[in-house]
């Protein structure tokens, strides 16, 4: 699965999309915090999860391969699938 390794690895710019901006502002409002830095890195991986999606994989699926990356920096489990419903609804097509 691609989705974890994408904040691991993405260096940062400013998000310019307006959806991309809204997709950080709701994580935001869930409660997740990161550094500005990070914002290229988030939302590259909402755009794996919707390729995971897309290539079949479920929603616990992907969460658990997230999970895999991001539980050693804080994020649970709820956090993470949190994360993969919101970026599946904000980025997947219907």
Not at 44 to 72: E, N, W
């Amino acid at each position: 699965m691609m989705a974890g390794a994408a904040l691991v690895t993405s260096a940062a710019i400013a998000a310019a999309d307006p959806a991309d901006d809204a997709y950080l502002a709701q994580l935001h409002a869930l409660g997740f915090t990161f550094t500005p830095d990070r914002d290229e890195a988030v939302v590259a991986m909402a755009h794996l999860i919707c390729y995971d999606r897309s290539s079949g994989l479920t929603p616990d699926a992907i969460a658990k391969d997230v999970h895999q990356f991001m539980g050693p920096r804080g994020l649970t489990f709820g956090d993470v699938t949190s994360m993969v419903s919101l970026a599946e609804s904000t980025y997947c097509p219907s």
